[in-house]
C-alpha cells in the first residue's frame, strides 16, 4: 500500500477496504462503458457476429483436424520405421 501511517490496525483495514471497493466499482464501470459502446458500434447484428464467429470456429476445427491427421500419419509412419530397423538390428 502507499506511506501513510495509520493510528490503528481498524483505520488501515478500513482505508484498504475502500481502496478495494473503489478499484471493483471503477473496473463494473469501464466494464460496462465498454459493453455500451460495443453494443452502439458494432459493425454487424448480433446473428451475423454469432454467424461469423462459428464459421471461424469450425475452420478452426477443421484445419486442426487436418493437421493432427498429417502428424498421426507422419508418427506412425516413423514408428513403423523404427520398428522395421529394431528388427532388422535384432535378427
Do not use: C, H
Not at 43 to 59: C, L, M, Q, W
Not at 76 to 82: A, D, G, N, R, V
Amino acid at each position: 500500500m502507499s506511506e501513510r501511517i495509520y493510528y490503528s490496525r481498524a483505520a488501515e483495514e478500513r482505508a484498504r477496504r475502500e481502496q478495494i471497493f473503489l478499484t471493483v466499482m471503477f473496473l463494473a464501470l469501464g466494464l460496462s462503458i465498454g459493453t455500451a459502446l460495443a453494443l452502439l458500434f458494432a459493425p454487424n447484428s448480433g446473428s451475423e457476429t454469432r454467424k461469423d464467429i462459428a464459421n471461424t470456429v469450425e475452420g478452426s476445427l477443421e484445419t486442426g483436424r487436418e493437421v493432427t491427421n498429417q502428424t498421426v500419419k507422419r508418427l506412425e509412419k516413423e514408428i513403423s520405421e523404427l520398428r522395421k530397423r529394431l528388427e532388422d538390428r535384432l535378427n
